[in-house]
């Protein structure tokens, strides 16, 4: 079992910048990737941003070259580095782990909010 928590999310202004952390405990070793989802109200989730094991990311278009995924292993942390934010980020960013053949873990969410 791997527990998620996300902080950093809040209120920014258009322009603004913040980073978003997702501390994972419990089985970590055997995590093979991790990202982020932001869903907005009325709107599907959407996936942000993936890291895995060997350091590859992949981002949506709607976010490359604004956000970092990053993730620290010696702290257990998975980031992501958000820049030059819009309204249109507005959601709530929730994190994920995936390990091989178990289910995905979920952490419970951070709202970001970004007001024009």
């Known amino acids: 079992q791997v527990q998620l928590v996300e902080s950093g999310g809040g209120l920014v202004q258009a322009g603004g910048s913040l980073r978003l952390s997702c501390a994972a405990s419990?089985?970590?070793?055997?995590?093979?990737?991790m990202g982020w989802y932001r869903q907005a109200p009325g709107k599907q989730r959407e996936l942000v941003a993936t890291?895995?094991?060997?350091?590859?990311?992949n981002y949506a278009d709607s976010v490359k070259g604004r956000f970092t995924i990053s993730r620290d292993n010696a702290k257990n942390t998975l980031y992501l580095q958000m820049h030059n934010l819009r309204p249109e980020d507005t959601a709530v960013y929730s994190c994920?782990?995936?390990?091989?053949?178990?289910?995905?873990?979920w952490g419970q969410g951070t709202q970001v909010t970004v007001s024009s």
């Open positions: 890291i895995v094991s060997g350091g590859r990311t």
């Open positions: 419990g089985i970590i070793f055997s995590i093979n990737a």
């Open positions: 994920y782990a995936d390990r091989s053949i178990y289910p995905r873990s």
